[in-house]
């Protein structure tokens, strides 16, 4: 009996080992949304605004309402080239990513009801008063910024010490 009091504590410990231990799998899955931070992530600007004009040869203006990320002009002109196609006095949010060609711009259109539409599966904010409140908040968490150390090694030290304690406690006693 006292066997098996032992072994069921043993078992016990292994399973916090191995349920809080282990990270959580990194595997991405097909069809899921990316994460708006990873878009945004390495883009250097990110604008709100207007398409006020598009040229003969496709280049476009766009007016800057707001920069939520970066810096930029109060009017930007892309070139012709691009593979989207604007409307003129359409709204959106362009995602600018440095070195790259403009057919690389991610552009969530804004609705004239502040809804955002956006260009792919992509976990983003739906109301345009949403998607700038997420620029307006930090970048990230106190807990990443001050890194923890793995779980794993902390939670088998604390078994381990449980169960040298307890079988040292069981053999004094016999």
Excluded at 63 to 82: I, M, Q
Aim: a neutral charge; charged letters at 15%.
């Amino acid at each position: 009996m006292k066997h098996r009091a032992g072994l069921a504590f043993v078992l016990v410990g292994i399973v916090a080992c191995l349920t809080l231990g282990v990270p959580q799998s990194t595997v991405a899955c097909t069809g899921c949304a990316e994460p708006l931070s990873d878009v945004v992530g390495p883009a250097d600007r990110v604008l709100l605004g207007t398409i006020t004009s598009a040229s003969e040869t496709g280049g476009y203006t766009f007016a800057v309402e707001r920069v939520l990320k970066g810096n930029a002009p109060s009017v930007v002109d892309f070139p012709p080239g691009s593979i989207r196609t604007f409307t003129v006095g359409s709204r959106w949010i362009l995602v600018l990513y440095p070195g790259h060609a403009l057919e690389t711009v991610n552009a969530f259109r804004v609705e004239p009801d502040g809804t955002v539409v956006s260009p792919g599966p992509f976990d983003a904010p739906t109301t345009l008063t949403a998607f700038i409140a997420w620029f307006a908040a930090p970048a990230t968490d106190t807990l990443s910024s001050s890194p923890l150390p793995p779980t794993w090694p902390l939670v088998f030290v604390l078994a381990f010490v449980c169960l040298l304690a307890r079988f040292t406690a069981r053999t004094r006693l016999d």
